[in-house]
């Protein structure tokens, strides 16, 4: 059996005439920047994740920045983030001439640790921003008390965790801005690049709302310098037809985990924990073995795809060198980079499939080769 990591492919063939049609009437309407099918998704994902606003963006990536531009973080500021986590979140930080200050994860949910932020505040530091990896939201009470206390903004790199909750409320919904990815592979994916930010401050989604438009306003008056962050048309109308299998593409990936789980327990495999303050969205299902590399080797060779989010953490990445601090040990981020292991995780798969995975992996921790 041949078992990729993700199969965009059985996804479409659930949606192809809607997606098709929903393509041709953007190609009909020759609307082909901005216009009404951003407005309804930006209504929409706005409404799913209890905020007062949406601004498409053309990446997650460019959401981050914009998120950062409109709160005028630039050259000697600081930004706290996390080492563990995609390279847009750092690299986002450092574009704007920032720089990222990482602080280690907690070891259970790979998130960053809210016990280790406040020794890193200095009078610098102009953000916090956590990203809520895998699916499941970041612990959020701690980190917005530290932010409340000295008075600065939280951007939620929500990138991979549309819809997932804290306590009951929504990614995204909680700091002063949250940052959604739409690449394919996320549980909301386009059929190719974008991305979206979600305020509920009317002053900041102004901000944005300029920001990705050059910052012009009226057209060919610049108040602020901005970029061409838009979300594309074509993009909005294929997320329009997908938003409303999100809820029940996010439960299956759930159902696949709980299945994945009882299948590892007692094996020595550390499955993923979840927070029982947090619903999680399952973008990705991380295990954790000793022997990482050796597993994959072993997996790919029974056909299963698998990937490693990250093989390096961001302090270690030689863009960054020299060009951003560390606030502590980063040790558990080091381990979990070392460690980690996504197997596929996506909601099309068959409990027969998800059984073939989780009995490779089984063989493979039981009887050991080398990598
Ligand atoms: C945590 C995180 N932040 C930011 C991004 C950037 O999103 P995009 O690839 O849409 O630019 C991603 C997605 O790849 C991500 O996983």
């Given amino acids: 059996m041949k078992i990729p990591l993700l199969d965009l ?18 190609l009909e309407s020759q609307v082909c920047i901005l216009g009404p099918k951003i407005e309804e998704l930006e209504e929409k994902v706005a409404a799913l994740s209890d905020c007062k606003f949406a601004v498409g963006m053309s990446s997650g990536t460019d959401a981050l920045l914009a998120s950062l531009m409109a709160l005028n973080i630039g050259a000697g500021d600081e930004v706290i983030t996390t080492p563990f986590t995609f390279f847009a979140t750092a690299g986002c930080i450092s ?63 929500a990138a991979q ?18 940052c959604f990815s739409f690449f394919p592979s996320k549980n909301l994916g386009g059929a190719g690049d974008g991305g979206m930010c979600v305020t509920n401050d009317p002053a900041l989604h102004e901000r944005l709302v300029l920001m990705r438009s050059h910052g012009s306003k009226p057209k060919y008056y610049h108040r602020f310098l901005g970029g061409n962050f838009r979300l594309d048309p074509l993009q909005a109308a294929v997320l329009l037809v997908k938003l409303p299998h999100l809820d029940a593409w996010s439960a299956a990936r759930r159902r696949n985990a709980s299945l994945y789980d009882r299948a590892f327990a007692g094996t020595g495999v550390v499955t993923p924990y979840i927070s029982p303050d947090c619903v ?16 994959r080797k072993a997996l790919t060779d029974a056909e299963v795809g698998t990937e490693i989010y990250y093989p390096v953490p961001m302090h270690q990445q030689e863009c960054f060198a020299g060009k951003h601090r560390i ?25 027969e499939q998800i059984h073939y995975v989780a009995h490779a992996v089984k063989e493979a921790v039981a009887h050991p080769q080398p990598a």
Avoid: W
């Fill in 327 to 351: 606030a502590g040990s980063l040790s558990e981020s080091e381990k979990a980079a070392d460690e980690v292991l996504a197997l596929p995780i996506y909601p099309e798969l068959s409990e």
């Fill in 161 to 178: 965790a549309i819809s997932a909750t804290y306590k009951g409320r929504k990614a995204g919904s909680i700091g002063a801005i949250g």
């Fill in 280 to 295: 999680s969205i399952f973008n990705q299902y991380s295990i954790r073995v000793p022997n990482r590399d050796a597993l």
């Fill in 9 to 26: 492919k059985a996804q479409y063939a659930t949606i192809r005439e809607e997606v098709m049609q929903a393509i041709s009437e953007v």
């Fill in 95 to 157: 574009r704007v001439g920032a720089l990222p200050i990482f602080v280690d994860i907690d070891a259970q949910t790979f998130n960053i640790n809210p016990a280790r932020i406040e020794a890193a505040v200095t009078p610098k530091t102009k953000a916090i921003l956590p990203v809520h990896l895998f699916g499941q939201m970041c612990d959020m009470d701690p980190i917005m008390e530290i932010a409340g206390h000295h008075g600065i903004p939280v951007i939620e790199d």
